[in-house]
């Protein structure tokens, strides 16, 4: 059912908060930070968490994820994408060598077979031919391997029920409930919001996070819902009034980097599979390397800045674009505005930490991709040559 909404797309998107909240309640155990704040022990309230475990629980065995030494992950399309947020985390939080792969390439050029790796398979809907095929390869050619080769698989999914759930031993369920828009909106948003947890559990069980950083991490994911709901709430409006004067457009460019440029790829993609519109995303600081020579008054660019370590950085890059004339949207915090004078227009999200902003930034870019294609009439739920999960090669 879609109440009131348009399309299922645009109802996915909403769903978000209540997705996010939903995850870190079933997998954060509930006063992890609470006792962690208080730290004492008293008698008459004593703690009902040991502050010394790992608030995250997900549920994964010891000998899953224990003495690893590098992860590959295997995807297609956003869940792709979200595993480029996963390599970040993984590699930034918990210390592990990472390594992401197209199914369909991986499938036909296996990498050298490495020790102690964790293979994850990121499928929303656990039937992605291509996906399938890579990990049961990497299955297979594991199994008679000496033991630092055994397969270690995990799947992430937002169906368990799937046939990788038949492939696999362990899953992490992204619980995002059933998603019918073709595009991947609060899907993608669980399944980024998996990679936070497993990497927080990773880098306890590795020790490479201090305590109070990871509490600050915690709090700061139980946070995200909320803001969340207040782009919806504030900005909608604003995207669905501003997404008009792109009815004619023909090339959007989508700029982002570190833990961003994944999503500046997210919202290429948006943009391009519901508006038919071409959209590419780039690394910020690869524009000059070639891109930037498309760039004129009929090319937008949308640069996410998001305050951190590469703020100045994608500024500078946006300012590169501006010099141009490209129509320069900027994906920001708005505490920042007033640096950030460069952009003819922003699309505001709360401050957070920069590890957490990919959450956020992903937002008005669903919003737009879903106006400038609702705008323009088209079926945004089932856009021309897509599938909902692509089961052939
Ligand atoms: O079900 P999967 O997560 O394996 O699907 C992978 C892609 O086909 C999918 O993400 C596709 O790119 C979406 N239509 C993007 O919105």
Redesign the pocket.
């Known amino acids: 059912e879609k109440h009131s909404f348009k399309h299922f797309m645009l109802k996915e998107i909403h769903e978000q908060p209540g997705v996010v909240r939903d995850c870190l309640q079933a997998y954060i155990n509930s006063n992890w930070d609470l006792e962690f704040e208080a730290k004492t022990t008293d008698e008459l309230h004593p703690a009902t968490v040991d502050i010394n475990q790992s608030p995250i629980e997900l549920g994964l065995p010891d000998e899953l994820l224990e003495n690893l030494e590098q992860v590959q992950i295997i995807?297609?399309?956003?869940?792709w994408h979200a595993s480029l947020v996963g390599k970040y985390l993984l590699e930034q939080l918990a210390d592990l060598p990472t390594t992401v792969e197209y199914a369909s390439e991986a499938r036909y050029a296996p990498s050298p077979l490495r020790p102690h790796t964790l293979i994850i398979g990121v499928?929303?809907?656990g039937?992605?031919a291509d996906?399938l095929a890579a990990l049961s390869m990497e299955k297979q050619r594991r199994l008679n391997a000496p033991t630092q080769f055994k397969p270690r698989l995990l799947g992430i999914t937002n169906r368990t029920e799937s046939s990788l759930g038949q492939l696999v031993p362990h899953l992490i369920n992204t619980r995002a409930g059933i998603e019918i828009g073709?595009?991947?909106t609060k899907t993608f948003t669980a399944q980024v919001i998996a990679f936070y947890l497993l990497a927080i559990d990773l880098a306890w069980r590795r020790q490479t996070l201090s305590q109070s950083r990871v509490q600050e991490l915690v709090k700061g994911l139980r946070k995200l819902p909320s803001q969340i709901e207040l782009i919806l709430n504030t900005q909608e409006a604003k995207i669905e009034d501003f997404s008009h004067q792109f009815s004619d457009t023909k090339d959007f460019i989508f700029l982002g980097r570190g833990i961003n440029f994944p999503i500046a790829l997210e919202g290429a993609?948006?943009l391009k599979?519901i508006s038919y519109i071409h959209a590419e995303g780039y690394p910020a600081g690869e524009m000059k390397h070639g891109p930037i020579a498309l760039l004129d008054k009929d090319v937008p660019v949308v640069a996410i800045a998001m305050p951190g370590s590469v703020y100045e950085k994608v500024i500078s890059n946006a300012q590169e674009a501006k010099a141009r004339d490209a129509h320069l949207i900027g994906v920001t915090a708005k505490e920042t505005l007033e640096e950030s004078d460069v952009f003819n227009n922003i699309l505001p999200v709360p401050l957070v930490d920069e590890l957490l902003s990919p959450i956020l930034a992903v937002i008005p870019l669903q919003l737009l991709a879903y106006y400038i294609a609702a705008r323009r009439g088209l079926d945004v739920d089932q856009p021309r040559n897509?599938a909902k999960?692509?089961t052939v090669e």
């Open positions: 995807a297609c399309g956003t869940s499928t929303q809907s039937e992605t996906t073709v595009a991947a993609l948006k599979e897509l999960s692509v």
